[in-house]
């Protein structure tokens, strides 16, 4: 996507100084500092991967797969080249698959990387078959998130079409599942950019999404990046909405889906699907099929749910004038809990959006899209 009118993705290979060399150097995007700086920040170790995974420089389902992608990439250079190699890979898998728990992207993209990486002869190849893997994650990412445009394009101009000509479609997104949460385009805002570019008008009501504001800070930056019409609304607002016949539809992302059809998504997610569901709102979940766990039927008790630092509810970051800032909003002494998704049960949903076409929330019908998957499936851990 522009950014002042340069392409990015969110991750990419920093060029090595003799292009015979393999990169040595990863570049992403640090979202910490948005929408107030933009910042390029570069990764070379594992620990820095496993750090900018965990603490969220990168974030949102895809882009955490495609890190974890060139994390194990960058284990294999800095591996040793004898007889230990084995057992630092096997250790960089461990620390990614130990950043975040929820988005199953990280996990396929590690166990992709191991079988790549084993399945090649020599260090040397090894290591090439890491970046050919890598690279291969990464732009699947992004021409799955272009596909999915495609496919909830369609969606929006069947709404518009009810719709008093000049009128806009309202639609409601919950956290970022924009390009900066994937390597680009987005997911639930895929489809909105592809109706924004073919003159479908659009305006996005923004859930702020707290307690780390992805809504308010990185999808308000990004949809007005693009030109897209949108307002930033209180995470308890959507109700209200939804109630006056302000939104048409809900789009949002997941970080796990199950092969039922069960979202994992950010933390308040089934609030809306519920709000939804009482206002006959149509909800949308637009994910590639890199976010769905073949291993499992049920979201509700077999999907990881991440808790992380109570600091994140207890504080809220802002600008003061030129400079970010933390405020504190709770009594200093008050405990907080910090549950980072929740689960919206495939009965709240009307569809999922996936890069092969739209399909209802059932086993059935997912495996009908998806019959690589017909056989149930486990999840490797290392
Ligand atoms: O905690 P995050 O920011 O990594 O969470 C991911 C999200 O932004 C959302 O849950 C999103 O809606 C899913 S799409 C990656």
Redesign the pocket.
């Known amino acids: 996507m522009l950014v002042d009118g340069r392409h990015y993705r969110t991750i990419w290979e920093k060029p090595p100084a003799n292009e015979r060399d393999l990169p040595s150097v990863i570049q992403v995007i640090d979202q910490r500092a948005l929408p107030f700086e933009f910042v390029v920040e570069d990764l070379a170790t594992v620990d820095d991967f496993a750090r900018a995974i965990a603490d ?1 420089h990168v ?4 882009l ?1 797969g495609a890190a974890a992608a060139y994390g194990m990439y960058i284990a294999t250079l800095n591996a040793p080249d004898g007889h230990a190699f084995g057992a630092a890979i096997d250790q960089a898998a461990r620390r990614m698959r130990a950043t975040r728990p929820t ?1 199953v992207n990280l996990t396929h993209a590690v166990d992709r990387q191991l079988a790549a990486i084993a399945g090649a002869p020599s260090v040397k190849q090894k290591r090439d078959a890491a970046l050919h893997t890598a690279r291969a994650i990464a732009d699947e990412d992004a021409d799955h998130c272009c596909a999915i445009g495609t496919h909830g394009l369609a969606i929006i101009e069947g709404i518009r079409r009810h719709k008093t000509s000049g009128e806009p479609v309202n639609i409601l997104t ?4 924009g390009w900066l ?1 994937f390597v680009d385009h987005g ?2 805002t895929s489809p909105i950019y592809a109706a924004h570019d073919a003159g479908v008008p659009v305006h996005v009501w923004v859930d702020e999404t707290r307690p ?1 504001n ?1 809504g308010a800070s990185l999808t308000a930056w990004e949809l007005g990046n693009h030109g897209v019409e949108h307002t930033v609304i209180a995470d308890n607002t959507g109700g209200h909405l939804m109630q006056h016949g302000m939104v048409d539809m809900v789009i ?4 796990r889906t199950t092969r039922a059809g069960d979202v994992a ?2 933390i308040g997610t089934y609030l809306k699907a519920l709000a939804a569901h009482d206002n006959g709102v149509p909800f949308y979940v637009a994910l590639p099929s890199s976010t769905i766990d073949w291993s499992i039927t049920d979201g509700l008790t077999q999907i990881p749910i991440e808790q992380r630092n109570p600091d994140e509810v207890r504080f809220i970051q802002g600008a003061v004038h030129d400079s970010v800032q933390k405020v504190l909003l709770t009594p200093p002494n008050s405990p907080a809990a910090n549950y ?2 929740d689960v919206t049960p495939a009965r709240l949903v009307t569809a999922l959006i996936t890069e092969r076409g739209v399909c209802a929330p059932q086993e059935d019908k997912l495996v009908e899209m998806f019959p690589e998957h017909r056989t149930k499936t486990s999840i490797a851990q290392s």
């Open positions: 969220m974030r949102g389902a895809g955490i988005a919950h956290c970022n599942a949460a997911t639930a780390r992805q949002v992302g997941s970080d998504n950010k980072a998704f």
